[in-house]
């Protein structure tokens, strides 16, 4: 089955820097790859994803990159702020059949005011 | 986007006893859902696959008799965990695919269960 790896575990940011989370997937089938913020005790929310027919797709403060050949995929978060401090974790899954969805093991990023 | 709801949001029960937690997708429906569980500090680990008409599929090592999955129409999934014990005390998440409901491979997520077994 799909394995996802992420690193860092966690990050540390001064507000307004950059932060960068990187994952990498083994199935080779994987076509959808979502990101997701989750707060203390609440649902992950989706904070951007992107399809393996697209190398990078961009929301406002938020990217991220998609490398099918190497089978990796970053977050990148520009201009951080207090409030992006959370637990962030990757996913991987096929978009037909199952569908299940296979998480990073998260990283908690915490921005410094 | 459209919207999956948990129920309850906590329960603390004592050892020995059953909890049936509910996830209903409340304006799209849903013939897959999936039910993760996350302990503390740790990933979301998917546990099983419930499918509307059919018998759950569950993940390598999650015991289908202690976990039972029964998805009871197109907008509705239980998972009843039977004789709980303190190491079952877990938060649980369900979620359903997208679907016509949002994006290719989307999938949204309930608000989650806190299990406390005692």
């Known amino acids: 089955g799909e394995n996802v790896e992420q690193h860092p575990s966690t990050l540390s940011v001064q507000e307004g820097d950059s932060a960068v989370i990187k994952c990498t997937y083994s199935?080779?089938?994987?076509?959808?790859f979502p990101w997701y913020k989750q707060e203390l005790g609440k649902r992950p929310q989706l904070i951007i994803d992107?399809?393996?027919?697209?190398g990078e797709k961009k929301d406002q403060r938020i990217a991220v990159t998609l490398n099918k050949t190497a089978k990796h995929f970053s977050l990148h978060i520009t201009e951080t702020q207090p409030e992006d401090s959370a637990v962030y974790f990757c996913?991987?899954?096929?978009?037909?059949?199952?569908?299940?969805?296979?998480f990073g093991s998260g990283t908690r990023l915490q921005v410094q005011p | 986007g459209a919207v999956v709801s948990q129920h309850p949001s906590w329960v603390i029960c004592k050892s020995g006893t059953s909890v049936k937690i509910e996830c209903r997708s409340l304006?799209?429906?849903?013939?897959?859902m999936f039910w993760y569980r996350q302990f503390p500090k740790q990933s979301l680990m998917l546990m099983a696959t419930?499918?509307?008409?059919?018998?759950?599929?569950?993940e390598q090592g999650v015991e289908k008799d202690k976990f039972l999955i029964n998805h009871a129409s197109l907008t509705l999934s239980t998972l009843t965990v039977t004789s709980a014990h303190p190491e079952d005390s877990s938060f649980y998440i369900c979620?359903?695919?997208?679907?016509?409901?949002?994006?290719?491979?989307?999938?949204?997520f309930g608000p989650g269960t806190r299990l406390t077994v005692l």
């Open positions: 979620s359903a695919p997208a679907g016509l409901a949002g994006g290719e491979g989307e999938q949204f």
């Open positions: 199935d080779s089938a994987s076509n959808y």
């Open positions: 992107i399809r393996s027919n697209v």
């Open positions: 996913a991987a899954s096929k978009d037909t059949g199952r569908r299940a969805l296979t």
């Open positions: 304006d799209f429906q849903a013939t897959t």
């Open positions: 419930s499918n509307e008409g059919s018998k759950a599929t569950y």
